[in-house]
């Protein structure tokens, strides 16, 4: 048998830069302008005990063991071909099959990573979602998902958002009129079969906003606390059952009973020492509005409304020291520009208005002491009523109107115009015709 200056070529598909553990890869071997060929294929993978004789072979579910060098060649009709170029694959324990690429895996499959924008909402407005592959590669199509509680194993069902029962091919996904807090969730899959990347982690969209099912109250009524103050999270709406979760800024999804304890709907907390979103969650699966609540070591606090103030109606500021009580020459300050520098200990708006919405600090300095305290910093949040809504959805409309029927009445105008420069301009050549032909006749 003869060697013919013949090399084939080794492919693969999908022909991704990256594949993970568990994934289905098919190599193949072509030899090119010789398909007449009653051709039989070796193949030369180092760490296999069967050597396929067909011209592609197919890894169901790619593991560390199919790790190695791959190369065929061609032997038919007293022919023989020579080894095609080696594609190395690397395949990683419990994580990813990359091809002459380097890959730490942390687990049996990539992980999405769900994003969301705004994650605190404007009731009513649009919400978007975008999905992230770790160790990012092509091919993948997304799943969109919202959370909905199950009270008894603590965890999350999944229920597809409209239009994702076959993945995206964008990783982007946007939920329109979204009035209240919610839960999502994404995941990645590609190939066939599919192969599916871990769900992520579930992200949240808060919002201040009670809605119709669900509320959750605080005691005391404010957003910063000491962090030796006690706390009391009360839980009201449509259902018998109810837990409280919370999400710090720097840690991760927990209920009270981690943190609290719950009796009945109220979850009580003896020491607040961390600062994070809190919110309800029904056995019904609603979720209440969320509260943004923070812990202090320090020795001042502001005392702020935890909930959104309605406009037009009255609220009060004011400043907590730790040991003592507040006695005068007291500072406020909305967006680091001072407000009121008198002698009232307290900073009282009987009406308040959008203009009023913000971040407020305060400074104090009491008898006993000759240096100036300043607390943090809270958003005070303002809404606006529907009959302000209302107000204004009108005003818009009679703007409107009238702008239509000032339009209106000029384009009129402007054709009287017209249809008088014309009537003006016949009037003046008869005229003058006319006198022209008295000129002749006499």
Not at 22 to 49: K, S
Not at 68 to 76: F, Q
Not at 233 to 250: A, I, K, Y
Request: net charge negative; aromatic share 10%.
């Amino acid at each position: 048998m003869s060697t013919v200056s013949i090399r084939p070529t080794v492919t693969l598909d999908p022909n991704w830069s990256l594949i993970y553990t568990g994934e289905t890869i098919t190599v193949r071997c072509w030899i090119q302008n010789h398909e007449r060929t009653q051709w039989m294929y070796e193949w030369r993978p180092t760490n296999l005990n069967t050597y396929p004789t067909q011209s592609e072979y197919r890894i169901d579910r790619a593991a560390e063991s199919h790790s190695g060098d791959y190369s065929c060649r061609g032997r038919g009709d007293y022919l023989l071909t020579e080894w095609s170029r080696v594609i190395k694959l690397t395949v990683s324990l419990g994580g990813s099959v990359t091809l002459n690429c380097s890959v730490n895996p942390s687990s049996d499959k990539p992980q999405s990573v769900l994003s969301v924008s705004p994650s605190w909402l404007s009731p009513g407005a649009s919400v978007t979602l975008k999905c992230e592959v770790e160790h990012p590669s092509a091919g993948w199509r997304f799943y969109w998902y919202k959370t909905v509680p199950k009270l008894s194993d603590r965890l999350y069902r999944y229920e597809l958002l409209p239009g994702s029962d076959s993945g995206t091919e964008e990783d982007s996904y946007m939920v329109h009129g979204q009035t209240h807090t919610a839960g999502y969730v994404c995941r990645a899959g590609r190939g066939e079969p599919v192969f599916y990347t871990e769900h992520s982690k579930p992200t949240f969209v808060w919002s201040g906003d009670f809605p119709p099912s669900a509320s959750l109250t605080v005691s005391p009524d404010r957003v910063q606390h000491f962090t030796s103050d006690s706390v009391s999270l009360s839980c009201e709406g449509n259902s018998t059952e109810w837990r409280v979760r919370r999400f710090p800024e720097d840690s991760y999804l927990s209920l009270c009973s981690d943190w609290g304890t719950m009796t009945g709907s109220t979850c009580n907390i003896s020491g607040l020492n961390s600062s994070a979103v809190y919110w309800c969650e029904s056995g019904s699966g609603q979720f209440s509005n969320s509260v943004n609540i923070t812990g202090h070591n320090d020795d001042i606090i502001l005392v702020s409304p935890v909930l959104p103030v309605t406009e037009g109606t009255s609220v009060t500021l004011g400043c907590k020291l730790r040991r003592e009580n507040v006695v005068s020459n007291v500072f406020f300050y909305q967006n680091d520009k001072l407000i009121q520098n008198d002698t009232r200990v307290e900073l009282i708006i009987s009406a308040v208005l959008k203009s009023d919405q913000g971040f407020y600090r305060c400074e104090v300095q009491t008898d006993s002491l000759i240096r100036t305290l300043t607390s943090p910093q809270s958003w005070m949040a303002v809404k606006l009523t529907s009959t302000t809504e209302n107000s204004s959805f009108l005003v818009s409309l009679v703007v409107w109107l009238v702008c239509g029927i000032l339009l209106i009445f000029l384009l009129l105008l402007l054709c009287c115009c017209r249809k008088s420069k014309g009537e003006m301009f016949d009037f003046l050549y008869l005229m003058t015709v006319k006198t022209v032909d008295q000129r002749i006749i006499f």
